[in-house]
Every structure is written in structure tokens, then in C-alpha cells.
């Protein structure tokens, strides 16, 4: 598989092939084997409501109230295997068939074959709305993700490699202003 | 620090509580006694002291309920909207990740496939 | 966060207080603003339910408010209110008698993952820890969401330090036991 050489990160504007995003369903019945499964399904009135409830004073959140306001629906399911072969190459092949139709084209297929981590990124263009979809597979893990409307990559992107991973304290800073208490008993030691 | 630390930072990280919840602090601390209406005004007038229990109560227990309902139609409005918004975060922070995770992939191999 | 602006944060803080106490609400406005996130936070990784954590974060400000004439200092406000935060999550659990209570055992093992950020790790771990005893779960959230050392956390939940210590190794080898087992042996 090619891997391409670079991945190139700008807004998209494009024509959606189907009103409701990829046809996931007959991933369903892989919630069953699977350890973890996460499924979410916002669009419409729902994710409106969703938007009013993200706090513009949170970081996180205000990147994607912005990230959302061109959104029409965001869909994903993601599936976490204790053992591998639970889920069928089939599955994907579903998936990616859909993304076969006119206007889905694929930008980034990133393959390991030392751990069989496999990830592929499509968008369409072309129209007045735009389409993101996100496959990642390894022997253990299937997740599917699939943005209708207008999405910023590297926004998205960006979102998704700063999520306030805290930093490496080897010991406590010794000027922590919140040390400092009222008159306590002594701890016992 | 070890990986399971760090991950236990990052899973408790803290979490912005809704937009409004220091105007509803506030609004509870400002929350005036309920004002009583004009007919229960009167009937205290008219009636004998025992019998205005009796009376305070049957009209507690019609208005209660209703404020009740009322309120609890908020309430549930309010729970649907934040567990959507919390299914939002999650979806878009899944996608997130996905993404810059190959992004990172891409930029490492191309500069791999450059020193070659 | 230089010296200095810590000094400027503390002492308009401290402002705020003094204003509060005389009945000034934008400032105890200010208070409960800059505080919220702390205090909502201890009580929803404690309690894994958002509507009980903010009602019962209300309920900690409010009184907060009634209390105002006995806080000291900056510092000692954080310290009242993650004492009186941690002391109402106990008490919740404690009067919830028909939670259905979830064991640690009972909660799935999360699968093997690589070592970026993960949301799916991310809630799973935060599952897990819902899933501990009271006093631990307190213990590890004052540990890692406020990165409080063992001292400071005996100081809060009013527990001895040798109870503290004791609680944090044993949750942390709880939780080190259950990812360990899919994710292999973790680095120390």
C-alpha cells in the first residue's frame, strides 16, 4: 500500500453522498464481542442541542463549538476486541465501497505491518457540503468515524494532538502555594 | 511518573461544569421567598386559624406538583443536552486523535523516505 | 505561572473574599467562577454523574457563601473546598443505598493501546476509578486530578497519612493489575 508522502491539511468544502453519513449498521452485532464499544450518532436537532451545551470558556470545548457550527452530523463507532479475528475484513470492505462513490476520494492510507495498525482518511469535494471519514483497524480495534458538513482538518487534527496531556512532574514543586493551610491537627505519622 | 500516572492525570483531568452554573449558584443564593398569590392572601383572611393548614396544604399539594413538573422537564432537558455534548467531545476528540495520529505517521515516513 | 502573577491571583483573590463576606455577589461570583472546575470535577469522577456533580457542586458554594466569615486566605479556600467537596461525595455515596455499586472486577479490562492520548483509555480508566471503594476513589482523584502528595490529601479527608499512602498504592496496583493484563508489564 502507498503510503502517501504528505498529508495536506486545509478546509474542505464538499458535496455529501448520503444525507446520513456511511451506512454503519451492520457493524452493530460487533458490540457484542467487543470489550469497549463506543457509538455516537449527532445530527440535526441533537447536535444543535449538543453545540448550546459546549462552554466557551473551556479550551477544548470552544475549539469545537468552532469546529461544529459547519457541521451537519457526526457519526462514529468504535469497537475494542480482547482477542483478534472478531471482526471480518468484510466489515471494512462495506465501508469502504461506500466511499468508492463519486466525489469520495482517499488521501492518506497509512499501513504497519509490524503491529497491523491500518488507517485511511477520505474526503469529498466538489459541493456545497462537506464529507470526512476516518477508518482505523489493527488486529484488535475497529473504529469508524464520519463528519458531514464543513470540517477544518487541521483544526480537528490539532484538537486531537493537544488533549492536556499533563506535564512530567519528577517531584512535587516545592512553592506550591496551596501548601500553606490553616492551624491543623498533626497528621499521624 | 509512570504510563498508568500519566494516563490517571489525563483521565482526571478537571471539567468545566455547564456555561450557567455560577448564574444558578447565584440565582440560589438570590432565590426570594415565594410570593403568595392574591386568593391565598384572602383566604387566610377569611379563614379560621386550624382550617388554614388544611387549606395550605391542599393548595401545596396542586402547585407543588406542577412546579415539580416543570422543573423537572428542565431538568431533563438540561441532562439530555450535556449527555449529548458529552457524546460530542468524545466523537470529536476520537477524531481528533485518529487524524493527527496518522497525521504523525505521514510526517515521520516522509522524512524517513527524505534522509534515504 | 511566574511569582508574580501568582502573588497578583492571590491577592485578588483574597479581594474577592473580603468583598463576598460583605455581601458583594459579583465578586463571590468571581469565587465560584474561578473554583467551579475543581470543585465540579471532584464530584463527577466521583460520582460518574453529571447532573449530581453540579447539583452537588451548588450545593458546596452554597456553603461556601454561608461560610465565608471563617475563611482565611486564598489557600485556605481551595483547601475548604475540596475538604467540604470530597466530604459531600461520601456522604452521597453513602446515602444512596440501592446504588447499584460497581466492582472493579466487574468492570472490563480495556484493550491493549498504544501510547497516545486514547479517549477510549481515557474513559475506561475514568470507569475504573469510579468503580473503587469511597475513601481510595477520593484519594486517587485528589492524587491525580489535584495533584495533591499524600500529606495534603491526609489533610483533606481528615485520614491519616499511613491510611493515605496505604490507599494509593493499593489502587494504583488495582488498576495497574487490570490494564497490565492486556497492556503488558508498565513502566515504573
Known amino acids: ?189 | 511518573m509512570s504510563y498508568l500516572e500519566d494516563d490517571l492525570k489525563l483521565a482526571l483531568q478537571r471539567a468545566e461544569p455547564s456555561g450557567d452554573f455560577t448564574e444558578r449558584v447565584l440565582a440560589r443564593l438570590n432565590a426570594p421567598p415565594r410570593k403568595r398569590a392574591w386568593w391565598e392572601e384572602l383566604a387566610v383572611l377569611f379563614q379560621p386559624p386550624r382550617v388554614q393548614w388544611v387549606a395550605l396544604t391542599v393548595v401545596a399539594s396542586v402547585v407543588i406538583p406542577i412546579a415539580g413538573i416543570q422543573y423537572h422537564k428542565e431538568q431533563r432537558l438540561r441532562a439530555q443536552g450535556e449527555m449529548a455534548k458529552q457524546e460530542l467531545v468524545f466523537a470529536m476528540r476520537m477524531a481528533g486523535s485518529k487524524l493527527h495520529k496518522v497525521q504523525q505517521k505521514v510526517l515521520g515516513m516522509s522524512q524517513t523516505e527524505n534522509r534515504l | 505561572m511566574t511569582v508574580s502573577s501568582a502573588e497578583g491571583t492571590a491577592v485578588r483573590v483574597q479581594e474577592d473574599l473580603e468583598r463576598s463576606d460583605e455581601g458583594n455577589l459579583p465578586a463571590f461570583a468571581e469565587i465560584v467562577r474561578e473554583h467551579q472546575a475543581m470543585v465540579f470535577s471532584l464530584a463527577y469522577y466521583f460520582l460518574r454523574d453529571r447532573g449530581l456533580a453540579e447539583e452537588l457542586a451548588q450545593e458546596v458554594f452554597l456553603e461556601l457563601h454561608r461560610s465565608l466569615a471563617s475563611i482565611q486566605s486564598p489557600a485556605h479556600l481551595v483547601f475548604w473546598l475540596r475538604k467540604v467537596a470530597s466530604r459531600r461525595c461520601i456522604d452521597q455515596t453513602r446515602r444512596r443505598l440501592f446504588w447499584p455499586k460497581l466492582r472493579l472486577e466487574d468492570v472490563p479490562e480495556p484493550a491493549a493501546r498504544t501510547r497516545e492520548a486514547d479517549p477510549l483509555l481515557t474513559r475506561a480508566l475514568a470507569r475504573l476509578v469510579a468503580s473503587l471503594p469511597e475513601k481510595p476513589r477520593m484519594v486517587v482523584i485528589l492524587r491525580f486530578q489535584e495533584d495533591l502528595d499524600p500529606s495534603e490529601i491526609a489533610d483533606v479527608l481528615d485520614m491519616p497519612l499511613s491510611t493515605v499512602k496505604s490507599h494509593l498504592q493499593r489502587s494504583l496496583a488495582m488498576l495497574r493489575d487490570k490494564l497490565a493484563r492486556t497492556v503488558g508489564e508498565i513502566a515504573i
Request: charged letters at 30%; a negative charge; aromatic letters at 4%.
Open chain 1, 1 to 189: 500500500m502507498k503510503i502517501l508522502c504528505s498529508l495536506t491539511l486545509f478546509t474542505m468544502m464538499a458535496a455529501a453522498a448520503f444525507g446520513q453519513g456511511l451506512d454503519l449498521k451492520h457493524l452493530d452485532r460487533l458490540a457484542a464481542k467487543a470489550n469497549d464499544t463506543a457509538d455516537v450518532t449527532l445530527d440535526g436537532s441533537l447536535l444543535k442541542l449538543a453545540a448550546k451545551f459546549l462552554s466557551a470558556s473551556d479550551p477544548d470545548e470552544a475549539k469545537i463549538k468552532k469546529l461544529v457550527s459547519g457541521l451537519k452530523g457526526i457519526y462514529v463507532k468504535s469497537f475494542e476486541f480482547e482477542k483478534e479475528g472478531e471482526y471480518a475484513e468484510s466489515d471494512v470492505a462495506a465501508i469502504r465501497s461506500q466511499l468508492k462513490s463519486p466525489g469520495w476520494s482517499r488521501i492518506v492510507g497509512v499501513h504497519s505491518k509490524k503491529d497491523g495498525e491500518n488507517a485511511e482518511i477520505y474526503i469529498k469535494t466538489g459541493g456545497a457540503d462537506g464529507g470526512l471519514a476516518i477508518i482505523c483497524t489493527n488486529p484488535t480495534e475497529l473504529t469508524i468515524v464520519s463528519i458531514l458538513g464543513k470540517i477544518d482538518l487541521d483544526e480537528l487534527s490539532d484538537l486531537g494532538g493537544n488533549l492536556g496531556v499533563p506535564k512530567l512532574d519528577l517531584e512535587k514543586s516545592p512553592d506550591k502555594s496551596d501548601k500553606s493551610q490553616p492551624p491543623k491537627k498533626k497528621e499521624d505519622e
